[in-house]
């Protein structure tokens, strides 16, 4: 019996992580097939899937320190607005205008903002994290405001001129380039998290999540392990940022509002903390019912909105994702 149950032991890990790899694969595969139906559905909307797709980056950013280690946070638009005021400050005052490279450098500055904010939130607790969080915001909104000569102020930065990707695709009117540009980047980092978030690294943040004294008494340490996903989260949000300034050729103020850090918590809650799937799921639902009603009723439109959220946080509290996915795996048990 001893030699049985020794030799069982590795295959349920080893189809684990199989049955993992075959999810993230389907779920890519998805992710494209949603591309392609909307760059085909939508041609002449492709400036709002384009900002989409931003917006899914951020709250991606968000997912890992929210949903992974459990930080509150109202203030993660300092590290999406430091990405873009990055790469547009490098584009308009220094030159630099090859994309990648831009993105770069927004991802740089993102995860600089991002080890900033988290040496100040993680200071703190509960309500005093969201406090602090609302505090880093305004300070960085205020900077950018007082620094108009790098920044243009409240006029927004302009002046930013992509060059060719690669010297080859050249941004058109239309946004075809950009949009394609930003499908590649999201594939690219929603595959290396949904890595790292297995990853043992993944595991100790969870397990932070659950019960960071415990995790403590481990011998692991709580607050540099949160640091280290807080930059991370830095570079994520830093990437999306560099990619709406690349892709949008300006960086306002707006990028840094605390209005754009609620609503990033807002589409992360309605699609499911914790999973990287529902900060996407969230993110189109939130801005697509958001342009389709405001068009429909630019009178009253968010409170069709208000209703929304409230009609999914009472009856589907783990978001649309994660209900979906409650209910499928009841289902498979049930069938078992």
């Known amino acids: 019996m001893t030699i049985s149950n020794t030799s069982a032991t590795p295959i349920r890990p080893l189809a684990g992580v199989g049955n993992n790899w075959l999810r993230d694969l389907a779920g890519i595969a998805i992710i494209l097939a949603a591309a392609v139906a909307g760059y085909f559905l939508f041609p002449n909307n492709l400036a709002l899937l384009t900002r989409m797709i931003a917006i899914m980056l951020f709250v991606l950013s968000l997912d890992l320190v929210t949903g992974y280690c459990g930080v509150a946070t109202l203030g993660h638009a300092a590290l999406f607005g430091s990405g873009a005021y990055a790469a547009g400050i490098a584009a308009a005052h220094f030159g630099i205008t090859e994309p990648l490279t831009m993105v770069a450098i927004g991802a740089l500055g993102g995860a600089i903002a991002g080890l900033v904010s988290g040496v100040v939130i993680l200071r703190g607790h509960g309500l005093a994290q969201l406090v602090l969080s609302i505090a880093i915001i305004h300070l960085f909104h205020e900077a950018a405001n007082k620094a108009s000569a790098y920044t243009g102020g409240s006029d927004g930065l302009a002046g930013i001129s992509p060059e060719p990707i690669l010297g080859l695709f050249a941004f058109d009117l239309w946004g075809r380039t950009a949009y394609v540009f930003g499908i590649i980047l999201l594939v690219v980092i929603f595959f290396l998290l949904r890595i790292l978030v297995r990853s043992p690294f993944g595991m100790l943040c969870r397990g932070i999540r659950q019960d960071p004294v415990r995790v403590s008494a481990m011998g692991a340490s709580v607050k540099s392990t949160l640091l280290k996903m ?88 783990k978001g649309l994702y994660g209900t979906a996915a409650a209910i499928i795996e009841r289902y498979r048990k049930d069938g078992r």
């Open 230 to 317: 807080y930059v991370i989260s830095g570079l994520v949000a830093g990437v999306g940022g560099g990619f709406n300034a690349v892709s949008t050729q300006v960086v306002g103020l707006d990028s840094l509002s605390f209005t754009n850090s609620a609503e990033a918590l807002v589409m992360l809650v309605l699609g499911g903390t914790g999973t990287l799937y529902g900060a996407l799921i969230g993110t189109i639902v939130f801005i697509g019912v958001e342009d389709l009603v405001s068009a429909a009723n630019p009178f009253h439109w968010l409170t069709i909105v208000g209703a929304l959220l409230i009609a999914v946080v009472l009856f589907a509290p």
